[in-house]
């Protein structure tokens, strides 16, 4: 991408990533480091569909964002909602399309040198060594940087548009596709399936639209391809389209497993971790605290004193009052009364956050989808090696 289009690109993007503050002082770094990363290919497509997937994922976010905030909580207590995005967020979003990128143009650098050279010497040959433009069979890697895009795309737009469904989502986990509220992780509804090839689609148009595809200009000549056909074109754009599409399943399903949804008692809604991160859960779940974490709330509560004895720990002198109820008891812990936790998971194995998940969906979609255009174009997937 030429710098007199970047520099002035990245400051706009800078600017307004500021201006709406839809990012944290670190995600703004974050994303001026992507920026860069994407700008320096010498094709404008990686850029464009970072700013198309940054906009597009951010006015998605703004769609009811006032009805949004009161079907989930935040962890702080607070409504839910979409808050500025972290660095960590950015990164999971978008690293495996700036290093793709990166290799790619460092690629296209090598690839175009030796063109150079094999034409100065007079060697005809020199078509066997790839094209400077985009064709039918080529680059696996330019595969996997749009697929990054309209997987996390896809995602986006199914998280923030289908929590708006009239109907409560079903876990995509579990056998009988039980109903679960609204920001749970493996919740899917039909309204957030659309949204989601939405998200695709549009991500794939902007690709479509920006790959520099070799035609019938290109044909013959130097660094050029052969002339995609409409149907090669039509194949392109629904595979990719749907492969979006699959990626936010997968995100759901890995969603659904691997994360745990916390949910607030009090109000049925799901707790949501700022900046993507875990949630934490109410110790008073009958077992899962360890055992110096239970014995420390028994003593502060007041109300374990013997059990605390009989580990071998001395107790500490109970103050004037004894009722853990009081309101003068500043040892007292919060509680319905009949002990039961403020905060239950709704399913998931805690074994991964949020950032987790997207960066996992985002990887291996991307390396599938290369993997799917290797088999089905004939291309070895060791040519994206091939620096």
């Given at each position: 991408m030429?710098?007199?289009?970047?520099v002035?690109?990245i400051?706009?993007?800078?600017?307004?990533?500021?201006?709406?503050?839809?990012?944290?002082?670190?995600g703004?770094?974050?994303?001026?480091?992507?920026?860069?990363a994407?700008?320096v290919?010498?094709?404008?497509l990686?850029?464009?569909?970072?700013?198309?997937?940054?906009?597009?994922?951010?006015?998605?976010?703004?769609?009811?964002?006032?009805?949004k905030?009161?079907?989930?909580?935040?962890?702080?207590?607070?409504?839910?909602?979409?808050?500025?995005?972290?660095?960590?967020?950015?990164?999971?979003n978008?690293?495996?399309a700036?290093?793709?990128?990166?290799?790619?143009?460092?690629?296209?650098?090598?690839?175009?040198?030796?063109?150079?050279?094999?034409a100065?010497a007079?060697?005809t040959?020199?078509?066997?060594?790839?094209?400077?433009?985009?064709?039918?069979?080529?680059?696996?890697?330019?595969?996997?940087?749009?697929?990054?895009?309209?997987?996390v795309a896809?995602?986006?737009?199914?998280?923030?548009?289908?929590?708006?469904?009239?109907?409560?989502?079903?876990l995509?986990?579990?056998?009988t596709?039980?109903?679960?509220?609204?920001?749970?992780?493996?919740?899917?509804?039909?309204?957030?399936?659309?949204?989601?090839?939405?998200?695709?689609?549009i991500?794939?148009?902007?690709?479509?639209?920006t790959?520099?595809?070799?035609?019938?200009?290109?044909?013959?000549?130097?660094?050029?391809?052969?002339?995609?056909?409409?149907?090669?074109?039509?194949?392109?754009?629904?595979?990719?389209?749907?492969?979006?599409?699959?990626?936010?399943?997968?995100?759901?399903?890995?969603?659904?497993?691997?994360?745990?949804?916390?949910?607030?008692?009090?109000?049925?809604?799901?707790?949501?971790?700022?900046?993507?991160?875990?949630?934490?859960?109410?110790?008073?779940?009958?077992?899962?605290?360890?055992?110096?974490?239970?014995?420390?709330?028994?003593?502060?509560?007041?109300?374990?004193?013997?059990?605390?004895?009989?580990?071998?720990?001395?107790?500490?002198?109970?103050?004037?009052?004894?009722n853990?109820?009081?309101?003068?008891?500043?040892?007292?812990?919060?509680s319905?009364g009949?002990?039961?936790?403020?905060r239950?998971?709704?399913?998931?194995?805690d074994?991964?956050?949020?950032?987790?998940?997207?960066?996992?969906?985002?990887?291996?979609?991307?390396?599938?989808?290369?993997?799917?255009?290797?088999?089905?174009?004939?291309?070895?997937?060791?040519s994206?090696?091939?620096?």
């Amino acid at each position: 991408m030429r710098a007199i289009i970047a520099v002035p690109a990245i400051a706009l993007l800078v600017y307004r990533a500021y201006s709406k503050k839809s990012l944290t002082p670190g995600g703004i770094f974050a994303a001026f480091l992507t920026a860069v990363a994407h700008a320096v290919h010498p094709w404008n497509l990686p850029f464009v569909l970072l700013v198309v997937f940054f906009l597009a994922g951010t006015r998605a976010t703004h769609v009811k964002e006032n009805i949004k905030a009161t079907l989930t909580l935040a962890s702080k207590g607070t409504s839910g909602g979409e808050g500025p995005r972290t660095h960590v967020q950015v990164f999971a979003n978008s690293l495996t399309a700036s290093i793709f990128s990166l290799l790619h143009a460092y690629q296209l650098h090598k690839r175009k040198q030796a063109l150079f050279a094999a034409a100065e010497a007079g060697n005809t040959a020199a078509a066997g060594l790839g094209s400077l433009c985009f064709s039918w069979g080529g680059d696996l890697l330019v595969i996997g940087i749009i697929a990054n895009y309209a997987c996390v795309a896809a995602d986006t737009f199914s998280s923030e548009l289908g929590i708006l469904s009239k109907g409560e989502p079903r876990l995509i986990t579990s056998w009988t596709l039980r109903k679960v509220p609204r920001g749970t992780n493996g919740g899917v509804s039909l309204v957030g399936l659309g949204a989601g090839l939405l998200g695709s689609m549009i991500v794939v148009t902007a690709a479509v639209l920006t790959l520099p595809l070799c035609s019938e200009m290109t044909e013959g000549r130097f660094g050029g391809g052969d002339e995609w056909s409409l149907e090669q074109r039509r194949w392109l754009i629904g595979g990719l389209t749907l492969w979006g599409l699959l990626g936010s399943i997968m995100d759901s399903i890995l969603g659904g497993l691997f994360q745990s949804t916390v949910k607030d008692v009090r109000t049925g809604k799901v707790v949501e971790g700022e900046g993507g991160v875990r949630v934490l859960v109410s110790s008073a779940d009958g077992g899962i605290v360890p055992v110096a974490t239970e014995l420390k709330a028994a003593l502060l509560s007041g109300e374990g004193k013997d059990a605390v004895e009989k580990q071998g720990v001395a107790a500490p002198e109970e103050g004037p009052s004894k009722n853990r109820y009081d309101a003068k008891n500043k040892h007292r812990r919060a509680s319905f009364g009949d002990e039961k936790p403020s905060r239950v998971v709704e399913n998931g194995w805690d074994l991964l956050d949020n950032n987790d998940v997207n960066f996992l969906m985002a990887f291996g979609m991307s390396v599938g989808a290369m993997s799917v255009a290797s088999w089905y174009w004939g291309v070895p997937l060791s040519s994206i090696c091939n620096l």
